[in-house]
């Protein structure tokens, strides 16, 4: 008897786990198929759209974002956690003065790119300026991206490749802000590169 009640669990267990695998990939397809949409036709397309791209009902959707504001936060996490992940790619390696320089020029590659996926993210947070909950999304990815530059500078003065009388935090700040003068001033490569790698440059 009791080892029939744990077959009985082990297969719940494992049932449950299948169904949560499946909702997962789901949901990563939806959202596939959200950032494509969105990035040819604009935060403007609907429901139906994405859903018809996905293979799936309107109410798949429905179900993993609740509503057409919850797939474009979703969508705007991972346009966010999607552009992290290749600049962070972009500056593993070297100095820490390296690293923060391959931040500043991996920024303005990516940025100048023009492709429809930095369009979108261009959009998204230009939207943010008028969605608290987008901007609440901004504000957490703007703390985690100075606590990554700060680190940056803090590695590179353990190196010896940044002044040690610097403050980090306030290093990280200019190199933020050189980022953010790439996002504004998209495709003019030279010049915005030119300004993030002077900042490092005087340190």
């Known amino acids: 008897m009791r080892f029939s009640h744990t077959v009985r669990y082990v297969n719940v267990v494992a049932e449950r786990s299948t169904r949560a695998a499946a909702a997962q990939l789901t949901r990563a397809r939806l959202l596939d198929a959200a950032i494509a949409r969105f990035a040819a036709d604009g935060l403007e397309a609907s429901f139906d759209t994405v859903a018809a ?16 504001r919850g797939l474009v936060e979703a969508v705007y996490r991972e346009a966010i956690q999607r552009h992290a992940a290749r600049v962070v790619a972009a500056s593993s390696s070297g100095t820490g003065r390296e690293r ?4 500043v020029a991996s920024s303005v590659e990516l940025y100048s790119s023009g492709t429809p996926f930095y369009r ?30 700060t680190a940056a500078v803090a590695r590179g003065q353990r190196d010896g490749s940044i ?20 996002r504004a001033r998209t495709g003019v490569h030279g010049v915005a590169a030119g300004a993030g790698e002077e900042d490092v440059a005087a340190t």
């Open 53 to 68: 791209d996905a293979g799936v009902t309107k109410g798949a959707l429905y179900h993993h974002f609740a509503s057409k």
């Open 120 to 149: 979108l993210l261009a959009q998204l947070q230009e939207a943010a300026s008028r969605s608290p909950s987008l901007a609440t999304i901004a504000e957490r990815s703007q703390a985690n991206q100075l606590a990554y530059f």
């Open 100 to 103: 923060l320089l391959g931040l």
């Open 163 to 182: 002044r040690a009388d610097l403050d980090p935090e306030a290093l990280a700040l200019v190199v933020r802000a050189a980022v953010r003068e790439v």
